[in-house]
């Protein structure tokens, strides 16, 4: 079975810009949930994604958003991009909602 | 809210030794304790988990312990080898209710010396 497969791997970015990441679940898995990791935070929760509709929300401002689709793949949304936004995206994804969260590599954002 | 605390934040070993890293949490209504490994360049593993029935959970070389009372839970590598050598994150969450996302620990950089 794939794992969870995240796009781009990589990306640069200007501050003001706005940028989507994508992150397609394991097959079989409906929810979806987004982390941060930063070497100072540490790996912190953005929100989780179930049936299309967020369950669960982080304490990251209002630029930071996300859908879910139908065949669960799901996408987070950064606006007006800030210095500190940088830093490694990593989607998981679990069967249901409080199963084993398994994750992908990850999207590397630099924003300058 | 949940807080999560680990120790030590680095810890080397030499290869067949016996490596420990220890959590904390403050919520006593988290009823699941999951711990991943995080090679560079990649996305966190999951190498082994616990629920707060259990009090210990064994696979292979890795072992984990929870002590409900003390709010402590343990990750225990015997036998190391150089490819154990990562980083370690503990993980703490109330699975059950509307709550799932995980409260993670800042990690336990762990080299094993061959």
């Known amino acids: 079975k794939a794992g969870v497969t995240q796009t781009p791997r990589y990306l640069i970015k200007t501050r003001g810009q706005q940028v989507t990441l994508s992150c397609s679940p394991i097959?079989?898995?409906?929810?979806v949930s987004w982390y941060q990791q930063t070497p100072g935070q540490g790996l912190q929760f953005l929100f989780e994604?179930?049936?299309?509709?967020?369950?669960n929300k982080g304490n990251f401002p209002g630029r930071f958003s996300g859908r879910q689709f139908s065949n669960s793949r799901s996408e987070m949304n950064v606006s007006t991009l800030e210095l500190g936004d940088s830093a490694l995206y990593l989607c998981?994804?679990?069967?249901?909602?409080?199963?084993?969260?398994?994750f992908g590599p990850g999207t590397r954002l630099t924003v300058t | 809210g949940e807080n999560v605390e680990q120790h030590p934040s680095t810890l080397s070993v030499q290869e067949g030794d016996s490596a420990v890293i220890k959590c904390t949490y403050s919520?006593?209504?988290?009823?699941?304790f999951p711990w991943y490994k995080q090679e560079l360049g990649k996305g966190p593993q999951l190498i082994i988990d616990?629920?707060?029935?259990?009090g210990e959970k064994k696979d292979q070389r890795i072992a984990v312990t929870l002590n409900k009372t003390a709010k402590h839970f343990s990750l225990h590598i015997t036998e190391t080898q150089p490819e154990d050598s990562a980083v370690y994150f503990c993980?703490?969450?109330?699975?059950?209710?509307?709550?799932?996302?995980?409260?993670f620990g800042k990690g336990t950089k762990l080299s094993v010396k061959p």
């Open positions: 998981a994804s679990s069967f249901s909602r409080g199963d084993e969260q398994y």
């Open positions: 097959s079989g898995h409906r929810s």
């Open positions: 994604y179930f049936s299309e509709t967020q369950r």
């Open positions: 919520d006593s209504a988290s009823n699941y």
């Open positions: 616990i629920r707060s029935n259990v």
């Open positions: 993980a703490a969450s109330f699975h059950g209710g509307s709550q799932g996302n995980l409260i």
